[in-house]
């Protein structure tokens, strides 16, 4: 077996207080890797530092997590690949276990789940939304992990070149455990040690902005994935709303034989094409997402597993 190249990327965005020490460690950790550093529209000395530390440097003109994540897997041609924020956040030196890890085991991802205890490395809300997500994509899915917003995770190519980028901010860690998920890929994860950011570093994520975000990834899988599901589930609702309003309307039809309530009549009737419709609706959606998933697994498949390399 050929020793893999190992590519270690690091998406940044105003981290000049952070990005050396992030370096420094990654580095240390796996020293025969070729570390890239990605800024995105910084406006501080990020790219300047990151240079400094012997990183390659590279910009991402749009701004976002997700676009700089979809130019780095677009770019970089490795075996291997380590991701992490560049804000000293994430344990470094326990990179090459994870390696190890998805080497020996032939997997396509393990990720870093935090575990830390300093209270000020968690941002407010971000707990409980991980929860959220996590609930949802168990029942989505039958399995999940244990810390779905992790944006520490080693990849195989196969993972890397077979994934359809389309997320454009912060949901694109959910987006990549969705993937792994979906075609029933090989993963794993390892407890890590979670850190507060160094002094004059800040955290890009806005707790009500983002977690509006992440409430919208959850009501946008659970309408992709399971199209059946939802529809039919809107559907049901509506055609429960129409037979209670047609009650009446039945029960006044055959004391009297007739229908004095027209206006009722005729928006039971719409509600019921309406729910008809959407069951439609889910049918039609259940097949594409099936055909969809399908492309996808053929793309995934069309690459080395990592035990190959």
Do not use: W
């Not at 977690?211 to 399971?226: A, C, M, P, S």
């Not at 429960?240 to 009722?264: H, K, Q, S």
Request: hydrophobic share 50%; glycine share 6%.
């Amino acid at each position: 077996m050929s020793t893999p190249r190992i590519a270690v990327l690091l998406p940044c965005y105003n981290e000049a207080a952070a990005i050396a020490q992030t370096i420094a460690g990654f580095r240390a950790a796996l020293p025969d890797a070729v570390i890239y550093v990605y800024d995105n529209n910084s406006a501080d000395d990020t790219r300047a530092v990151a240079a400094a530390a012997g990183a390659i440097v590279r910009t991402e003109k749009m701004q976002g997590k997700g676009n700089v994540v979809r130019r780095m897997f677009a770019d970089i041609d490795a075996d291997v690949y380590v991701m992490a924020d560049g804000d000293a956040t994430y344990e470094a030196s326990v990179a090459p276990a994870l390696v190890k890890q998805m080497l020996d085991e032939n997997l396509d991802m393990v990720v870093g789940a935090r575990k830390s205890e300093v209270e000020a490395a968690y941002r407010r809300g971000h707990k409980l939304g991980n929860a959220m997500l996590t609930g949802m994509l168990t029942r989505l899915f039958g399995r999940s992990f244990s810390d779905i917003l992790s944006g520490y995770r080693v990849f195989s190519r196969r993972f890397v070149k077979s994934f359809p980028v389309l997320s454009s901010g912060f949901e694109i860690e959910t987006e990549i455990s969705v993937h792994a998920l979906e075609l029933r890929m090989p993963v794993a994860e390892q407890i890590t040690a979670y850190a507060a950011r160094p002094e004059g570093s800040e955290s890009k994520l806005n707790t009500y902005r983002d977690g509006f975000r992440i409430l919208n990834t959850i009501i946008t899988l659970f309408r992709i994935e399971r199209p059946m599901l939802f529809f039919g589930g809107i559907g049901l609702l509506v055609a429960l709303v129409a037979l209670i309003l047609a009650v009446p309307l039945i029960m006044t039809y055959m004391e009297t034989g007739l229908v004095p309530r027209l206006p009722t009549a005729v928006l039971v009737v719409g509600l019921m094409i309406i729910a008809a419709l959407s069951f439609t609706c889910g049918l039609i959606l259940d097949t594409v997402v099936r055909g969809r998933r399908e492309v996808r697994r053929l793309a995934y498949l069309s690459f080395s597993a990592p035990a190959n390399l």
